[in-house]
């Protein structure tokens, strides 16, 4: 059964920092493309940042210079350093894990982001 568990969201002020963390389990995590996502109140989901097997990263360009992600194959682990937070990152943050091989995609319940003024 495959688990992805986000952690790491809250309400900060902007200008702040948020670590958000992605724990997988029941996937070969090296096989797997890794994303996070994000949707706004009254807004679609839209696509935040990639990394790929290979830990190349891919960035929005919202968020390209204010955030990183990165991966942890031995821990199953991905995450999301979010700097210079702004109001209009505000948003439920959801992990995603794509398996090129068999397409298989999985998504967690995702984590709230509250930026504040």
């Known amino acids: 059964q495959v688990q992805l568990v986000e952690s790491g969201g809250g309400v900060v002020q902007a200008g702040g920092s948020l670590r958000l963390s992605c724990a997988a389990s029941?996937?070969?995590?090296?096989?797997?493309?890794m994303n996070w996502y994000r949707q706004a109140p009254g807004k679609q989901r839209e696509w935040v940042a990639t990394?790929?097997?290979?830990?190349?990263?891919v960035y929005a360009g919202s968020v390209r210079g204010r955030i990183t992600i990165t991966r942890d194959n031995p821990r199953n682990a991905v995450y999301l350093q979010m700097n210079s937070l702004k109001v209009e990152d505000t948003a439920v943050y959801y992990c995603?894990?794509?398996?090129?091989?068999?397409?298989?995609?999985?998504w967690g319940q995702g984590t709230q982001v509250t930026v504040s003024s």
């Open positions: 029941g996937i070969i995590f090296s096989d797997n493309v």
């Open positions: 995603n894990a794509r398996e090129p091989t068999n397409g298989r995609d999985s």
């Open positions: 990394i790929t097997r290979a830990g190349m990263a």
